[in-house]
């Protein structure tokens, strides 16, 4: 079935430095893709999104990447800062005419100052 | 625009009892969307509509079920609650029904003992 897997569970990171997470999806029909930033007792948060027919997308310090063949698309976020210490999801859409996101297993990132 | 609203924010039931949470999307939004998140499995897709309309379905019981108003707004139902219902509710709203950017409430977090 569809599916979104998700590495690593756990990133540490110092202030200023990059840090990557990678994602990879099973449903060669999805065409959308989305990240979350989740911090404690919040909602979800969409913080950058990306369609099947771009490769690569930037805003400010976060940017994702897609490589449709490989059916892996990755954050990016340069320069951390502690207030992105929160929980990373990505997702992928289902495909076909749906809203229906399939999210990864999240990914904590901590930003140690 | 004031942003998406889920009522109530907190709720406590016993098990076999049954529950209605209720949801109010961004104004203009006509799609709804609900997702249990747990720490165990995640972000899971329950159910969508779209004026009126349920459009896709998760793999939940039928215990677990919805319906949205003309006025775009969506209550989700669960019947004979278990233990395991345990969760947060959240409601995603978005402007379209075929991969839209999707915008969380904050949540319902529902715990049945």
């Known amino acids: 079935g569809e599916n979104v897997e998700q590495h690593p569970s756990t990133l540490s990171v110092q202030e200023g430095d990059s840090a990557v997470i990678k994602c990879t999806y099973s449903?060669?029909?999805?065409?959308?893709f989305p990240w979350y930033k989740q911090e404690l007792g919040k909602r979800p948060q969409l913080i950058i999104d990306?369609?099947?027919?771009?490769g690569e997308k930037k805003d400010q310090r976060i940017a994702v990447t897609l490589n449709k063949t490989a059916k892996h698309f990755s954050l990016h976020i340069t320069e951390t800062q502690p207030e992105d210490s929160a929980v990373y999801f990505c997702?992928?859409?289902?495909?076909?005419?749906?809203?229906?996101?399939?999210f990864g297993t999240g990914t904590l990132l901590a930003v140690q100052p | 625009k004031a942003g998406v609203t889920q009522t109530p924010r907190y709720l406590i039931k016993t098990r076999g009892q049954q529950v209605t949470l209720s949801c109010s999307p961004i104004?203009?939004?006509?799609?709804v969307s609900w997702y249990q998140q747990t720490p165990g499995q995640g972000l899971q897709f329950l159910f969508e509509?779209?004026?009126?309309?349920?459009?896709n379905k998760g793999n939940f019981p039928g215990r677990f079920s919805g319906r949205q108003f003309s006025n775009s707004r969506s209550e989700m139902n669960v019947s004979t609650l278990e233990l395991g219902d345990s969760a947060l509710y959240l409601c995603?709203?978005?402007?379209?029904?075929?991969?839209?950017?999707?915008?969380f409430g904050p949540g319902t977090r529902l715990t049945v003992t």
């Open positions: 995603a709203s978005s402007l379209g029904w075929d991969a839209y950017e999707q915008y």
């Open positions: 104004s203009g939004h006509r799609s």
């Open positions: 997702a992928a859409s289902q495909g076909g005419a749906t809203n229906k996101l399939i």
């Open positions: 990306i369609r099947s027919n771009v």
């Open positions: 509509y779209f004026s009126e309309t349920q459009r």
């Open positions: 449903d060669s029909a999805s065409n959308y």
